[in-house]
């Protein structure tokens, strides 16, 4: 027999237990039917079970379950059938089960079908709600609710649920701390909880301290921060729309203005405004002022195109469209040196002058004092007076006339009509300026190109240190004239005056425009070139000459002779050339071996010249022969240039067969001499090289008599050491035999000693290791054994304990439930059945036949 629980498929009997059912189909009449616990249920063969056993749906207390296309039931609670004994169905409706309706459990008829299985009820605690929304019409205790209308199921409590309501989310109450507001939106026309109608999407502001819970068709934005004014902070604030604001004050759209401290402590912005920016406070101190562009009139609109003046000590916030013209500014603080210059940009009374400022106007302030421009005002510059020493100076214009001049030795301090003049140089003039007069007095034209690290202030007086015996020519081209500096001095330019730059020849041979220099240098000095002459035999030779000069200045303060200093623009070319004329003359009429030899005396007297010696002699019988001299110096009148000295340095020839011809005789000359030497020097070396070969035989033949005597007494101390070698051999292999001997003996004994101590050594190490290796494993098995018996302990201790609280689980009467479950059960079938008695057994155990008959026979006597 199948057993209570469950059936197999080739059973019929399903014993169904209480609170249990089956759903059975009848395959005649295809109707599905319901089949309760507890009972036996035997299936026919017509019938078929759908589902179970099924354990009943329990709704225990604040739960709730939902079932889909449930049984429909009369006034009394009793289910419906239809004629073929179907259970009727509302089908694609819901039914929500509640513990109230649904105290016992219930099974699920045929068609029915869980949708959601037991379930809490949801609780709403405080500060918050469910947002509901309305699925189907229906009558809300009074209320008409329409599908998609929605509200809220505010905590504390127990929501429901009602099958016409779908739960859209749980809302929370939104804290609203000090100084803070929540910004709403309504998502269609409502009338908020202060009871004022919003319109769809309308925004506005609770500023209630606490917990705040919207509605259903509000929505949270954000949550609004109080920005907290200080003195030193204001907030700049802008209209989105038309309102009136927390302040009474009607805002028109496009509206800016301040909110400061003296108005609120603390401001929420409203849903029309819009924060600009925090604007800082503007602070001046004593010594400060301000200019402000389009300031705010009492009205509060801008004044555009006006400025206002703010001096301190003063603390201010900036109106919305009001700027600072250059900022906060320091008050002009003039000391005795110091000034300032003034334009009118504005008709206006000056008082401090006590006079009418017309525009354009220009005028200067001067110190000590303490200076604020008005507004009508515009500060073009700050003057400080310029202190000069006697040797400082700067060029001043006015701006007027457009007189340049230069002012010299004094502290002055430009007025509003008078401007720094630059006066420009050349660039070459420029470099040769900030070089040093005295090491750098001439430079050549490539150098000249080199900028300089130190820029000259072009305004300040160009001063230019004259060198010891130099000069420098200074032309004023406005008065059409030239002075004259020797030095040492000190030039300082005129605004009209400029320096003559000297542009001098240079190299070898001279080259025009090589060396340019500010300076000229009176001498002495040298200069050299190479000159080409020709001879009367058209031998052309290169001649290096150097010459002496220095300009003859007896008188330098005759400013005719000063003048002709600088007569001559390239006096060193021109000397040059004076020069190689003279020479290339004289040259030319003499022959080359003439010129060759006598070169210096023809060219010192083609330079200098001849003159005569004065008669010395006072004879009368005979008439004198005039004599000549060469002279000592060259002067050229032009420039009073004196040349004093000539040096011939070389003389050579241009044509190369006149240079190799010249050469070749040299050369011949100096082999000449060479052979003449080498003869006597290979002379000399062969007698010291017989000297040598005799001086050597000798020392040779005396070198072999000394070896022979060392060789004999070489052989004497062999022999000599062959017999001690002999003797000392024989004694020192007997004595070594000896010695090993003796060495084997004692190393064998010790030898046996030392295995006879290894022996030893072994033997114990093992015994000690077989020793340690017993006691170990005894230990070992000992603390094994130790540990085993405690487990073994510990789970019996368990088990024990697990018995023990398995049957306080259980029970005492649970456990005798249990045992006597089986027989109980037997009883209850046997009377389903309607038997009186049985006896049931598995034909294994004997049964006392004979007691059981008389037992029965006395019960039926007794009965009877």
């Not at 694609?92 to 029915?112: H, Q, T, V």
């Not at 604030?237 to 108005?263: M, S, V, Y």
């Not at 006149?658 to 060479?674: C, F, G, N, P």
Request: hydrophobic share 35%.
């Amino acid at each position: 027999m199948a057993s209570k629980n469950s059936s197999t498929s080739t059973s019929p009997v399903y014993r169904i237990p209480p609170y249990y059912y089956i759903h059975v189909l009848d395959q005649n009449t295809n109707v599905s039917r319901l089949e309760l616990g507890p009972k036996t249920f035997i299936k026919q063969e017509n019938v078929t079970v759908i589902i179970g056993p099924e354990k009943m749906v329990t709704v225990p207390p604040r739960h709730y379950c939902v079932v889909e296309n449930p049984v429909v039931k009369d006034e009394a609670g009793q289910v419906q059938f239809d004629e073929n004994g179907q259970a009727k169905l509302l089908h694609a409706d819901l039914d929500i089960r509640l513990e109230k309706d649904y105290k016992e459990p219930f099974p699920l008829y045929p068609g029915e079908v869980l949708r959601q299985p037991v379930t809490p009820l949801k609780h709403v605690v405080a500060n918050s709600a469910l947002r509901l929304k309305a699925v189907l019409d229906f009558d809300d205790n009074g209320e008409q609710r329409k599908a998609g209308d929605e509200w809220l199921f505010e905590g504390p409590g127990t929501y429901t649920p009602r099958k016409e309501v779908s739960v859209e989310e749980q809302i929370r109450a939104t804290v609203i701390g000090s100084n803070q507001a929540i910004r709403l939106s309504a998502k269609k026309e409502i009338i908020d909880r202060t009871g004022q109608l919003r319109v769809t999407g309308e925004h506005w502001l609770v500023k209630k301290t606490g917990a705040y819970l919207p509605l259903a068709y509000e929505t949270v934005v954000n949550v609004e921060d109080a920005s907290v004014l200080t003195d030193k902070k204001a907030l700049h604030l802008r209209a989105l729309k038309t309102f009136t604001d927390d302040f009474g004050q009607l805002r028109k759209n496009g509206d800016e203005w301040l909110i400061t401290i003296e108005q609120t402590e603390t401001h929420i912005l409203n849903v029309y405004e819009q924060l600009v920016d925090n604007v800082s406070v503007t602070t001046l101190n004593s010594r400060q002022y301000c200019v402000i562009l389009d300031p705010i009139s009492d009205d509060g609109k801008n004044q555009l195109g006006k400025k206002k003046l703010v001096v301190g000590e003063k603390s201010f916030f900036l109106q919305p469209g009001e700027r600072l013209e250059k900022g906060i500014q320091d008050v002009y603080i003039l000391g005795e040196d110091e000034g300032v210059i003034l334009k009118c940009i504005e008709s206006f009374d000056d008082e401090s002058d006590d006079e009418r400022r017309r525009p354009g106007d220009r005028w200067m302030v001067r110190g000590p004092r303490e200076y604020i421009p008005p507004t009508q005002v515009e500060v073009l510059l700050r003057r400080k007076a310029i202190p000069l020493d006697e040797n400082e100076g700067i060029y001043v214009r006015d701006i007027k006339s457009g007189r340049v001049r230069a002012v010299v030795g004094q502290t002055y301090m430009l007025t509003q009509n008078e401007e720094l003049w630059d006066k420009e140089l050349t660039e070459q003039v420029e470099t040769l300026l900030m070089r040093d007069p005295l090491t750098d007095r001439m430079i050549k034209v490539k150098d000249t190109t080199t900028k300089s690290q130190t820029k000259r202030e072009k305004f300040k007086v160009v001063t230019f240190r004259v060198p010891h015996n130099t000069a420098v020519q200074v032309y004023d081209y406005k008065a059409k004239h030239a002075r004259i500096v020797f030095g040492p001095e000190l030039v300082m330019l005129g605004p009209d005056e400029h320096f003559t730059l000297i542009n001098l020849s240079g190299s070898v041979p001279k080259k025009p425009n090589q060396i340019r220099s500010l300076a000229l240098l009176l001498g002495p000095d040298f200069l050299t070139d190479i000159i080409v002459v020709e001879t009367a035999d058209h031998a052309r030779l290169s001649v290096q000459l150097s010459c002496n000069w220095f300009f003859d200045t007896k008188d330098r303060t005759d400013e005719t002779e000063a003048q002709k200093l600088f007569s001559v623009p390239d006096f060193i070319g021109d000397v040059a050339k004076a020069i190689a004329s003279r020479v290339r003359g004289a040259a030319a009429g003499v022959q080359f071996d003439d010129f060759h030899k006598n070169s210096a005396s023809i060219i010192r007297a083609s330079v200098f010249g001849v003159e005569l010696i004065p008669e010395t002699t006072t004879s009368t019988d005979k008439q004198s022969t005039p004599q000549t001299r060469v002279r000592d110096r060259l002067v050229f009148p032009q420039n009073n240039l004196v040349i004093t000295s000539i040096d011939i340095q070389s003389v050579e020839p241009v044509d190369q067969r006149t240079r190799d011809a010249l050469q070749k005789s040299v050369q011949l000359a100096i082999e000449i001499t060479t052979m003449s030497q080498e003869a006597g020097a290979k002379h000399e070396a062969s007698r010291r090289e017989q000297e040598a070969k005799g001086f050597l035989e000798r020392q040779r033949i005396k070198d072999e008599a000394e070896a022979e005597e060392v060789r004999k007494s070489l052989l004497e101390l062999q022999a000599l050491s062959a017999a001690v070698e002999s003797t000392g051999q024989a004694k020192a292999e007997a004595q070594s035999r000896a010695e090993s001997t003796r060495i084997e003996g004692e190393a064998a004994v010790d030898q046996a000693r030392l295995k006879a101590e290894a022996s030893k050594i072994e033997a114990e190490a093992e015994l000690n290791r077989l020793k340690l290796a017993r006691e170990a494993e005894v230990k070992y098995m000992r603390e094994q054994n130790e540990l085993e018996i405690n487990k073994k302990q510990n789970m019996s201790q368990i088990e024990i304990e697990k018995f023990q609280q398995q049957v306080e689980a259980i029970g005492a009467e649970t456990i005798q439930a249990i045992a006597t479950s089986g027989p109980e059960t037997q009883v209850k079938l046997l009377q389903a059945l309607g038997l009186q008695s049985t006896l049931i057994t598995d034909g294994r155990s004997p049964i006392n036949l004979m007691n059981f008959g008389q037992n029965l026979l006395g019960e039926t006597t007794g009965a009877l």
